[in-house]
């Protein structure tokens, strides 16, 4: 199993909801990642989990919370967003983030957020 | 950070080779350079990646420039399922983090 699963497919929030994103991967990764996509632009890194401890949270606002509950799943918790919150939430994993060592990263397909 | 810059489309014919370049002259000595695509409506999926040597895989070739300032990704025979943007990417020191260009949009025409 080559495969990271996200769900939902597609999120529609009003701005005082709380909801969460869903991803999950079954090939004994140690590394799991969040990024945000805005149309047309590249993705940007929001967080990294390494070993089920948050290891780079690249500032983004508290109302994303990421959780990692174990090695297989990771959690993105969402309360309170604004509308340019809107965009497209990718779900990555690699085998481990070692310093001098490289691990491909594999994506999920990704949550199209729309936040109202 | 060290960053990449890429053109932003690029156009080929199918079952011709494609030659995708990208610049990164801030390049350290230890930053890995990674070629990453993304088909639409799909996550980024791994092309290849490199050092200082040239390297090839099934799906494509990178070619680095011996000063590394630059490289590029070669498809061999384009087919229309290579239409993408191609990120090349230089990863950080930092573990896990990729720096994500703005990509190259290729089109590939029948």
């Known amino acids: 199993d080559t495969e990271v699963t996200q769900t939902p497919k597609h999120l529609v929030m009003g701005m005082t909801n709380k909801k969460s994103l869903k991803c999950e991967q079954h090939?004994?990764?140690?590394?799991m990642y969040w990024y945000k996509q805005k149309a047309k632009k590249p993705p940007e890194l929001m967080f990294v989990?390494?070993?089920?401890?948050?290891?780079i949270n690249e500032s983004v606002p508290s109302r994303f919370s990421p959780e990692c509950p174990n090695s297989s799943l990771l959690n993105l918790h969402l309360h309170a967003l604004q509308p340019e919150d809107s965009a497209l939430y990718l779900c990555?994993?690699?085998?481990?983030?070692?310093?001098?060592?490289?691990?491909?990263?594999?994506f999920g397909p990704g949550t199209r957020l729309t936040v109202l | 950070d060290a960053k990449t810059t890429q053109p932003n489309s690029m156009e080929s014919n199918e079952e011709e080779p494609v030659h995708l370049p990208c610049n990164h002259s801030t390049i350290s000595g230890t930053d890995y350079i990674h070629w990453y695509r993304q088909l639409p409506s799909q996550g980024p999926e791994y092309v290849i990646h490199?050092?200082?040597s040239n390297v090839n895989n099934r799906m494509a070739s990178l070619a680095i420039a011996e000063d590394r300032k630059s490289s590029t990704l070669i498809l061999h025979r384009a087919t229309l399922r290579d239409a993408a943007v191609y990120y090349c990417?230089?990863?950080?020191?930092?573990?896990?983090?990729?720096?994500f260009g703005q990509g190259t949009t290729l089109q590939v025409k029948p």
């Open positions: 990555a994993s690699s085998q481990g983030p070692a310093v001098g060592s490289y691990n491909e990263q594999f």
């Open positions: 490199g050092l200082t």
């Open positions: 989990y390494s070993y089920e401890k948050l290891s």
């Open positions: 990417i230089l990863r950080d020191s930092r573990p896990g983090k990729l720096i």
């Open positions: 090939m004994g990764h140690r590394a």
